[in-house]
């Protein structure tokens, strides 16, 4: 098990394999999911989005499709484009951006979403300065919508050493521990098909409910709403 893992380590993560199997695995759900942030965020057509991060534009592009107006951004560049891929041809306009999620374009958009359980891949500091882009992204009585399975009461219960999955033709296989000096679980990724495999470490930082870094970021959140 790696003790050792890069406060970036998602820089460049997802890609090859690891893409193929995360595109795969979400893909049956994106309609549900979209259909749900639709209805959290009760806007009306035209109404401006951020989707921070995009990945490959699951949520961006059937927002859009819905009538919004919508821009993705994410870290990583083969998601990026292929979002702009994906967007060609399903017909739909929507802008995709390389962008780290702590430089989200200071737009006033009317929400921001961010889905897909990556909240917690950055180091708590890191976090902060993402909820306060964010903020900045915001108009004033902006919404966000955020989706998070970083915290601890949820996740430690029913931790399990070592899981597989498969999607697309991959199988992904992580063998983690918990490190209780940084909060966060550490994972060795292995994603494997017939072609190919490949290795990767990283790791999610956690949040217990009532605990002062949780209290921190939820107060960053309400803040969000706040004129």
């Known amino acids: 098990m790696h003790e050792q893992v890069s406060d970036d380590w998602f820089v460049g993560f997802q890609v090859g394999l690891k893409a193929k199997f995360w595109r795969a695995a979400s893909e049956p759900w994106a309609d549900d999911d979209a259909a749900a942030i639709h209805r959290l965020l009760d806007l009306p057509a035209g109404a401006r ?20 107006h919508v821009t993705g951004i994410d870290v990583s560049r083969g998601e990026v484009e292929e979002a ?41 500091d890191a976090t902060v300065e ?40 991959v199988t992904m296989r992580v063998r983690q521990r918990y490190d209780a000096a940084r909060s966060r679980l550490v994972g060795e990724f292995t994603f494997e098909d017939a072609d190919g495999r490949v290795e990767r470490a990283g790791a999610i930082h956690q949040y217990a409910v009532g605990a002062p870094r949780l209290v921190a970021i939820a107060t960053a959140v309400q803040d969000l709403a706040r004129p």
């Open 84 to 124: 702009r891929r994906a967007a060609d041809a399903r017909g739909v306009e929507a802008r995709f951006e390389e962008r780290d999620l702590r430089a989200a374009p200071a737009e006033a958009f009317d929400a921001v979403v961010h889905w897909g359980n990556s909240f917690g891949y950055m180091p708590h």
């Open 130 to 169: 993402h909820l306060a882009a964010t903020r900045r992204a915001l108009r004033d009585g902006g919404r966000l919508v955020l989706e998070t399975a970083t915290v601890a009461e949820s996740v430690l219960p029913g931790f399990k050493p070592e899981i597989a999955h498969e999607a697309g033709g």
């Open 49 to 68: 989005v951020l989707d921070a991060p995009c990945g490959a534009g699951r949520i961006a592009l059937r927002l859009a499709e819905r009538g919004l």
